[in-house]
């Protein structure tokens, strides 16, 4: 800091920082983990930061990569919606960011030019959450969408062999969770 102030220097760091989507996930995974503020509070601040990455990143043209929500962005929302599940609407909300993942990795998967799909494919706390969410929502239809997706993450694992999505007894907690 310059003597007087450092005004100048203040401003010269804000220029400087930039958020990026690192920055993004750790705010929301943050958001996770916090039990002391109410459900309501806790999924209305994710939302805000992750509207705020997307308008960033929509502010640069698609440029700016960093910024894309990805994989880790949206399975932090998703654990947010799990520990916060009370909120109405949050299982739906964490179907939808799954569903989403699955269909970029299928998108990617069936693309010849790509070999990188494996950045998209959910993985099993990705599907452990979601049944989570389900679980402890008050809404109908809990238990057939947590076996829904019970199946869907065995359906991957027999298509891939990926380890990531080898369906294990958390999973199978968290269904038996939605009973």
């Not at 990026?20 to 943050?30: D, M, P, R, S, Y």
């Not at 002391?36 to 930061?49: L, S």
């Not at 990143?57 to 947010?80: C, F, H, M, Q």
């Not at 979601?130 to 809404?139: K, L």
Request: with cysteine.
């Amino acid at each position: 800091r310059q003597e007087g102030g450092g005004g100048d220097d203040d401003d010269e760091i804000r220029r400087r920082m930039k958020p990026n989507g690192k920055t993004f996930v750790l705010v929301i995974t943050a958001i996770a983990s916090s039990f002391d503020r109410n459900d309501d509070e806790c999924v209305a601040r994710a939302r805000d930061v992750y509207e705020m990455m997307e308008t960033l990143y929509r502010e640069s043209d698609g440029n700016d990569e960093t910024l894309k929500p990805d994989k880790r962005v949206w399975s932090a929302l998703i654990k947010v919606y799990a520990n916060h599940a009370r909120v109405t609407g949050t299982a739906r909300e964490a179907d939808d960011l799954l569903s989403k993942m699955i269909v970029a990795w299928r998108d990617r998967a069936q693309d010849p030019d790509r070999d990188d799909s494996s950045k998209t494919m959910p993985d099993l706390s990705c599907f452990i959450n979601c049944i989570n969410a389900w679980a402890r929502s008050a809404e109908e239809g809990r238990l057939r969408r947590a076996r829904d997706l019970l199946v869907a993450a065995d359906e991957i694992y027999q298509q891939t062999k990926d380890s990531r999505i080898k369906p294990n007894t958390r999973l199978y907690n968290a269904v038996i969770n939605a009973v």
